[in-house]
Structure formats: C-alpha cells, structure tokens
C-alpha cells in the first residue's frame, strides 16, 4: 500500500551518530527566544517612549536593554532614534501589544527560571495594564 523509504532518514535518531549541522541546547534555544521577546518589548518601549516621554519608560528601556544585551552575550540590541512626534495618538494600542510582548517574554524566562527577565516582564505587564486601565477610566 506504501512505497518503502528508499533513502536515508535526514533526522539521525541513533545514540553516538554524529551530524553535519550544529544542535542548540534547549537552554539556548530559550535564551535566543527570551532575548527575541524583550527585544521585541524594547522596540515598543522605545515607541512608547518618543510619543509620550516619561522617566519610567526610560529606565525601563535601560533595563530592556541590559537584559537582551546579557542573553545575547554581550551585544546590545539594535535600537530606533527616538523621534518625538507631534501629533495626538492613541497610546492605548501601543500599551496592549507591549503587555502581550512582555506576557510572551515572562512565560519564556520562567520556562528559563531567568529570574531577572521573569521580574522584569512582570513589572512590565504590570505598567502597560495600569496604563491601560487608567486611560480606559479616563474621560475622553
């Protein structure tokens, strides 16, 4: 009814078999996720940041950076100037989309057990969901 496997398997699933191509650790792989997310995250601040500058939004792209810097070995991360703009916008989209990054990076450092990261996505979700509840409660 099927045709028989006529080649060599791609996937080597034998003990002591070596391969051509190089093999992450599950820890590395996190990592490489972990530092995609507060990258991720720091790019958002950072637009948060040139439309409605604040202190907070400051240190926490500080601290942003520092950790993606750290799971990266050493290299920071790339980073927009940050360009004020002049007209009014809707800062609560911004806020959702930078919550749901930082959800995205706290299940990926708990997953790590990256205490820092975990805390600081945490502290994260925290300040986007009080910006957002105090804007929706906000008269317009």
Same mark, same amino acid.
């Given at each position: 009814?099927?045709? &028989?496997?006529?080649?060599k398997s791609?996937?080597?699933?034998?003990?002591? /078999?070596?391969?051509?191509f &190089?093999?992450?650790?599950? *820890?590395? *792989?996190?990592?490489?996720?972990l530092?995609? %997310?507060?990258?991720?995250?720091?790019?958002v601040?950072d637009?948060?940041?040139? $439309? +409605?500058?604040?202190?907070?939004?400051d240190?926490a792209?500080d601290?942003?950076a *520092?950790?993606? /810097?750290?799971?990266?070995?050493?290299?920071?991360?790339?980073r927009?100037? $940050? /360009? @004020?703009?002049?007209?009014?916008?809707?800062?609560a &989209?911004? %806020?959702?989309? @930078? %919550?749901?990054?930082?959800?995205? +990076?706290?299940?990926?450092?708990?997953s790590?057990?990256?205490t820092?990261?975990?805390?600081?996505s +945490?502290?994260?979700?925290?300040? %986007?969901?009080?910006? $957002?509840?105090?804007?929706?409660?906000?008269?317009?």
């Open positions: 009814m099927y045709e &028989p496997i006529r080649t791609v996937h080597s699933t034998m003990a002591g /078999t070596t391969s051509d &190089p093999h992450r650790t599950r *820890e590395e *792989e996190l990592d490489i996720q530092a995609g %997310h507060l990258a991720a995250l720091l790019a601040t637009e948060l940041r040139a $439309l +409605a500058p604040s202190a907070g939004l240190t792209a601290r942003l *520092e950790q993606v /810097t750290r799971l990266r070995g050493g290299r920071p991360p790339a927009a100037p $940050l /360009t @004020a703009s002049g007209a009014r916008t809707n800062l &989209p911004v %806020h959702r989309r @930078a %919550h749901a990054l930082a959800g995205r +990076a706290l299940v990926v450092a708990a790590r057990a990256d820092a990261a975990a805390i600081l +945490a502290e994260r979700m925290d300040a %986007h969901a009080a910006a $957002l509840e105090s804007r929706e409660l906000a008269p317009h």
